[in-house]
């Protein structure tokens, strides 16, 4: 520890100026002189050197690993919509939506489907028909063994260019690359309000189903038939409607029957 000390000298005579400069003078070599006995102490200042070992930092940058998911953590789905200035009609390509647990996700993945692309899947290139304008047209979806029937609301006017060839291509392949990405699902069948003919008349065809080749698959007359009661979306409960049947048994708040098929035209 060193020890300051400040000295307040005023000086009144010349002489006097002179003695204090030497007694000053002859201080400053007394303090220089002060441990330089003879005294021969070796002092080894290499030895006194102190190292000091700097901690060197070897943490590695943190990286944050992104998973290219293109849709929110649980369920999901595909929907699959066609490719802008694609020369192909029938070309189409997947995007991922996710789902809300325990649902009927035939029926999420039409939901999601009929809804558009979202504003980030056109910047990728999604071309649609459908979109907010056909969000909700779809009532049911029920699978019935490896077909799955999907039942939608009058759509028609909501998208009148579907009706041309190459329209007509681009939203079967959108519907049936949705409905064929379920294992289970070997055939498909569209229907507006419960009626086959009146979907595929809408695209200058008859009633079909559709497999997994892209063939078209002719139906019998009755499931051909343009008449309520002949294709129920559900086999539980029926939708709001006129249907066909015969009375088994009647109870104030509950009607039991057969249901049946009101044929009309050329069916």
């Known amino acids: 520890m ?15 100026g002179l003695f204090l400069i030497g007694f000053l003078i002859g201080a400053a070599f007394a ?15 290499s ?14 940058p943190t990286t944050t690993s992104s998973s290219s998911t293109t849709g929110p953590a649980g ?6 919509y066609g490719v802008a200035d694609s020369p192909d009609c029938g070309e189409v ?6 789902i809300a647990d325990e649902v009927d996700i035939y029926l999420s993945a039409f939901e999601q489907l009929v809804a558009g692309p979202t504003p980030e899947e056109a910047s990728a290139g999604a071309a649609s028909f459908f979109s907010n304008a056909t969000a909700g047209v779809v009532k049911s979806a ?20 579907a009706s041309t060839s190459c ?28 009626n086959c003919s009146e979907f595929a008349n809408w695209l200058q065809r008859d009633c079909f189903d559709a497999d997994r080749s892209g063939a078209q698959l002719d139906l019998p007359v009755n499931e051909r038939a343009a008449g309520a009661g002949c ?37």
Not at 93 to 98: A, L, N, Y
């Open 2 to 16: 060193s020890t300051e000390t400040v000295i307040n000298v005023r000086i009144r005579k010349p002489w006097a």
């Open 31 to 45: 303090i220089a002189g002060c441990g330089d006995g003879d005294d021969d102490v070796a002092t080894d200042t």
């Open 47 to 60: 030895s006194s050197t102190s190292t000091t070992e700097l901690a060197t930092s070897t943490t590695e």
């Open 75 to 80: 369920p999901t789905v595909e929907v699959y």
């Open 93 to 98: 390509e997947p995007f991922e939506r996710g």
């Open 142 to 161: 029920v699978l019935d063994g490896d077909l799955l029937r999907v039942d939608f609301t009058d759509l028609r006017p909501l998208i009148p260019n």
């Open 167 to 194: 329209g007509s291509e681009a939203l079967l392949a959108q519907l049936n690359s949705t409905a064929f990405q379920f294992t289970e699902v070997q055939r498909t069948r569209y229907l507006i309000d419960g």
């Open 231 to 267: 294709t129920p979306s559900s086999t539980d409960t029926l939708p709001e409607g006129r249907w066909f049947g015969f009375v088994v048994d009647a109870e104030e708040e509950q009607l039991s029957f057969d249901l049946a098929c009101w044929f009309t035209g050329a069916a």
